[in-house]
């Protein structure tokens, strides 16, 4: 089966899709599931779609380029997960279509094959994280985007704007998800390997990645939102210690099939006899575009199988070397048959009552919450980090993200957060208040005229419904 993906054929290519939808279309069709980080993104949309902007009547951390995807979703189709998860399924094909034809069309290899995009879509349909569309994974684009600039044969005066377009890629990727200007790291090193004027190329990128922000400050400038943008965007605090959204054991059995594929691969490259320069160069970027990616994945604020989208390009580079080594053909082909059937297994354990066997926790992504019967089809606010009661009900106020909205309800001794809290609710008052933190209190003691108005559902509960 391996050596049938050693051409570059057109038929080679539409199996290779054939399989992946294969694979991911059966579950995402007949039973998408609901996560919090989706739900998390279709309401930044929501409030985006009703003409609201972003950071300034929308507290969130979400990046503004996926914002205004999230945005253009909302005019689509609304809150639809299967819209999400179709297409998150587009993106992650399209991503593996673009990086097999940037090491087809740059002869990285001794022959050309559609190898690599078939393990980056064998192992990206390893679970449905995979299939979430998030800001890492729209971002991701955008860094496969500047792989074939940034690896630019350059001499002095020379093709030097495709280093700009190669910094513009990377900037549009950190307006995605800003950890990714990290691969700013990648982009230096392919121009020490392969410009002439390193300094001055690289100054060209630096400038071609600081145009998109230059832009977007400007607009946020002119809207009355630059503050709020450096303050949840730019100058966002940085997660530097292993947090884990998921058991890391569970994270531990599902990155096994990469991280063994990865292990083999390597040692496969390492035992290449020499080949031509650009080619060894090229190896190298990719090996620091795999330590840049494991360096992004574990600075994050929360460590989940989706994460690991960043790793797949660099493996699936270097799996090609394991694909095409001098080992016999039944060796390689029972390497990949017991991968693919390892995925399947993986993403189908539910489906195939396997999963107790395995003990994969997945509920910390998963939204668990019943509709509540008394807070429903209405305009909710949420004091606390419970996003259940946004299944069914609108969010108003800025205060979408609890965490940005310490700034006002987490100094409430301070004048200036409650005159704040009193001029955002003028503007919008929720039906209900989800009260998880046990402010109402407090905040009617010093807002009677915008809190007084709430009363108690029934005792002992935190539902308060607007008089």
């Known amino acids: 089966?391996?050596?049938?993906?050693r051409s570059i054929l057109p038929s080679r290519l539409i199996l290779l899709v054939i399989i992946?939808?294969?694979?991911?279309?059966?579950?995402?069709?007949?039973?998408?599931?609901?996560?919090?980080?989706?739900?998390?993104?279709?309401l930044v949309g929501?409030?985006?779609?009703?003409?609201?902007?972003?950071?300034?009547?929308?507290?969130?951390?979400?990046?503004?380029?996926?914002?205004?995807?999230?945005?253009?979703?909302?005019?689509?189709?609304?809150?639809?997960?299967?819209?999400?998860?179709?297409?998150?399924?587009?993106?992650?094909?399209?991503?593996?279509?673009?990086?097999?034809?940037?090491?087809?069309?740059?002869?990285?290899?001794?022959?050309?094959?559609?190898?690599?995009?078939?393990?980056?879509?064998?192992?990206?349909?390893?679970s449905f994280e995979f299939n979430m569309l998030t800001p890492l994974l729209i971002g991701?684009?955008?860094?496969?985007?500047?792989?074939?600039?940034?690896?630019?044969?350059?001499?002095?005066?020379?093709?030097?704007?495709?280093?700009?377009?190669?910094?513009?890629?990377?900037?549009?990727?950190?307006?995605?998800?800003?950890?990714?200007?990290m691969f700013l790291i990648v982009g230096a090193f392919a121009v020490i390997f392969f410009a002439s004027n390193t300094f001055r190329s690289f100054l060209l990128m630096l400038c071609g990645f600081a145009f998109p922000y230059v832009v977007l400050m400007t607009y946020y400038f002119y809207n009355g939102a630059l503050s709020e943008f450096l303050e949840m965007h730019l100058f966002r605090p940085w997660q530097l210690e292993v947090a884990f959204l998921r058991p890391p054991a569970d994270v531990a059995k599902l990155m096994a099939i990469p991280a063994v594929i990865a292990i083999l691969s390597f040692m496969s490259a390492s035992s290449l006899p020499q080949r031509l320069v650009f080619q060894v160069k090229?190896?190298?970027?990719?090996?620091?575009?795999?330590?840049?990616?494991?360096?992004?994945?574990?600075?994050?604020?929360?460590?989940?199988?989706?994460?690991?989208?960043?790793?797949?390009?660099?493996?699936?580079?270097?799996?090609?070397?394991?694909?095409?080594?001098?080992?016999?053909?039944?060796?390689?082909?029972?390497?990949?048959?017991?991968?693919?059937?390892?995925?399947?297994?993986?993403?189908?354990?539910?489906?195939?009552?396997?999963?107790?066997?395995?003990?994969?926790?997945?509920?910390?992504?998963?939204?668990?919450?019943?509709?509540?019967?008394?807070?429903?089809?209405?305009?909710?606010?949420?004091?606390?980090?419970?996003?259940?009661?946004?299944?069914?009900?609108?969010?108003?106020?800025?205060?979408?993200?609890?965490?940005?909205a310490q700034r006002h309800f987490g100094n409430l001794d301070e004048y200036l957060a409650v005159f704040e809290i009193h001029e955002n609710f003028k503007r919008e008052k929720p039906a209900y208040l989800i009260d998880k933190m046990g402010l109402m209190p407090e905040l009617k003691y010093k807002l009677p005229a915008v809190f007084g108005n709430y009363e108690q559902v029934e005792r002992d509960t935190d539902i308060y419904r607007l008089k």
Request: proline share 5%.
């Open 1 to 5: 089966m391996i050596s049938y993906f």
């Open 20 to 42: 992946y939808l294969a694979i991911q279309l059966p579950l995402i069709l007949l039973r998408p599931t609901a996560t919090s980080p989706e739900l998390l993104h279709m």
């Open 46 to 126: 929501e409030r985006l779609a009703d003409g609201f902007s972003m950071y300034r009547d929308v507290f969130d951390n979400t990046a503004p380029l996926s914002a205004m995807v999230f945005w253009l979703l909302d005019l689509l189709s609304g809150r639809s997960f299967l819209a999400y998860r179709l297409t998150a399924v587009i993106l992650l094909l399209l991503q593996a279509i673009l990086l097999n034809g940037t090491l087809n069309r740059h002869n990285v290899y001794a022959s050309k094959n559609y190898l690599p995009a078939l393990l980056y879509l064998v192992l990206g349909s390893l």
């Open 140 to 181: 991701n684009t955008f860094i496969i985007l500047s792989l074939p600039y940034i690896i630019t044969l350059s001499k002095e005066g020379f093709d030097n704007n495709r280093l700009f377009v190669g910094g513009f890629m990377l900037g549009m990727a950190a307006l995605c998800y800003l950890p990714l200007a």
């Open 282 to 404: 090229f190896q190298q970027v990719m090996a620091v575009w795999m330590v840049v990616s494991l360096l992004v994945i574990f600075t994050r604020d929360e460590i989940t199988v989706a994460t690991f989208i960043l790793a797949l390009p660099p493996v699936a580079y270097f799996s090609e070397f394991l694909f095409t080594s001098g080992q016999k053909k039944w060796v390689l082909n029972s390497i990949f048959l017991i991968a693919l059937a390892g995925v399947i297994i993986l993403r189908y354990r539910s489906v195939l009552s396997i999963n107790q066997y395995l003990a994969l926790d997945e509920s910390p992504l998963l939204l668990t919450g019943s509709p509540n019967p008394i807070v429903s089809n209405s305009t909710v606010l949420v004091l606390g980090k419970d996003l259940n009661y946004y299944i069914h009900n609108k969010p108003v106020t800025p205060y979408l993200n609890w965490e940005l």
